[in-house]
């Protein structure tokens, strides 16, 4: 039989995967070259670490998470390619690797609500340019014909 503490740990660790799956669920979308578990495994995994280590060795917790974001930045770091062309991709996705292992800290530590808002302020920043009226905006931009100004008109170009 589960304890308390196992089954709020566990109860912890389900709500920071779900989270994990719906930023890497987005990033999924986007073309991003990871996948969403990925995501929803380090939440996961970070959210057990600190509550186990916040229960087990409340003075360990600093260590712990230092430690956790040196790993998730090795993780992240992999995330991050370079493609033929030169152009490097994925740091949108290395960044929502290393929030959503903030977010485990924060579930972990015991401040779920925190975390789920967190987790759709994350969501709203990454998935802003998707948004409608974002999305509306910009194509009303790309269609305006450009305008040189006064100034450009008269610098001559080689």
Same mark, same amino acid.
């Given at each position: 039989?589960?304890?308390?503490?196992?089954? !709020? #740990?566990?109860?912890? @660790?389900?709500?920071? %995967?779900? /989270?994990?799956? +719906? =930023?890497?669920?987005?990033?999924?979308?986007?073309?991003?070259?990871?996948?969403?578990? !990925? #995501?929803?495994?380090? @939440?996961?995994?970070? %959210?057990? /670490?600190?509550? +186990? =280590?916040?229960?087990?060795?409340?003075?360990?917790?600093?260590?712990?998470?230092?430690?956790?974001?040196?790993?998730?930045?090795?993780?992240? %770091?992999?995330?991050?390619?370079?493609?033929?062309?030169?152009?490097?991709?994925?740091?949108?996705?290395?960044?929502?690797?290393?929030?959503?292992?903030?977010?485990?800290?924060?579930?972990?530590?015991?401040?779920?609500?925190?975390?789920?808002?967190?987790?759709?302020?994350?969501?709203?920043?990454?998935?802003?340019?998707?948004?409608?009226?974002?999305?509306?905006?910009?194509?009303?931009?790309?269609?305006?014909?450009?305008?040189?100004?006064?100034?450009?008109?008269?610098?001559?170009?080689?």
């Amino acid at each position: 039989m589960l304890t308390e503490l196992e089954l !709020t #740990i566990l109860m912890r @660790a389900a709500l920071a %995967a779900l /989270l994990g799956l +719906l =930023i890497g669920w987005e990033r999924k979308a986007a073309g991003a070259p990871i996948r969403a578990r !990925t #995501i929803a495994l380090a @939440a996961m995994t970070v %959210a057990v /670490l600190t509550a +186990l =280590i916040e229960n087990l060795l409340p003075d360990e917790i600093a260590r712990l998470t230092a430690g956790i974001m040196t790993a998730i930045g090795f993780l992240g %770091a992999g995330v991050i390619l370079r493609s033929n062309t030169g152009e490097v991709r994925g740091h949108t996705t290395a960044a929502c690797l290393w929030a959503m292992s903030a977010i485990g800290i924060v579930i972990g530590s015991g401040h779920e609500v925190l975390g789920i808002l967190l987790t759709l302020l994350i969501y709203t920043v990454i998935a802003w340019d998707e948004w409608p009226l974002v999305s509306r905006l910009r194509r009303q931009r790309e269609q305006q014909p450009a305008v040189e100004t006064r100034s450009e008109s008269h610098v001559s170009r080689p």
